[in-house]
């Protein structure tokens, strides 16, 4: 199973960045949605409508470990500025969840003033022009982009899972339950035990397999 960072260009040159647990899957799911007219995010959805499947491209932009994802779809974010992305803030969650305001301002001032480093452009303009980087240079990366400043944001997030099947990571359980019920999964008022349960045993629920993004946690 392949992880990491994506965009969905369309024939203007405007796209999206997301981030993916399995690349083949998400694209698979985005552009069922897109074809059925219940995407999410209505800025993607009004340009299908307009431009159709022609011309509609997937870019892998990088590949990274599942527990990084977050950390290099907000610095995709940050540095290409995609046109499609409605919230800038990667792992919030889908579907209109973009969490308290409180966690907005701590991950805004976990980001203040921070600038990508020379590697990570690097890393991003080699996984697009399709050249390898040498696995010293992973770890190289790795442990620069590692702070302390980066692993306290992530702990900011109270108890995410994510979905493995579409790769949406939910800030909990309940919005995760949420987004079940909006897309017709199930009628049960409070699905939020049954998901969490399900993610902390990586059980199926709901038709999807669901499990906990520990390490969002500082140890």
Known sequence: MISGIYKIIF???NFYIGSAVHFKRRWNHH????KLGRHHNKPLQNAFNKYGEIGLKFEILLVCEKKDLIFYEQRAIDILK????????AGVGNFGNIGSASMREKLRLANLG???????????????????ISHSSWLKLKETMNSPAVRLKMATRSEPVQCV??????????????????????????????????????KVAYGYRWI????YKVP
């Open 11 to 13: 024939p203007s040159g």
């Open 31 to 34: 552009l069922c949605n897109l």
């Open 82 to 89: 995609p046109e499609y992305n409605v919230c800038k803030t």
């Open 114 to 132: 921070k600038k990508a480093s020379v590697e990570a452009k690097a890393k991003m303009r080699a996984a697009k022009l399709g050249k390898k």
């Open 165 to 202: 099947e579409t790769g949406q990571i939910f800030k909990s359980g309940k919005a995760a339950g949420d987004w079940c019920i909006k897309q017709g999964l199930t009628t049960n008022k409070e699905p939020r035990n049954i998901i969490n349960k399900a993610a902390k045993n990586k």
């Open 212 to 215: 906990k993004m520990e390490h």
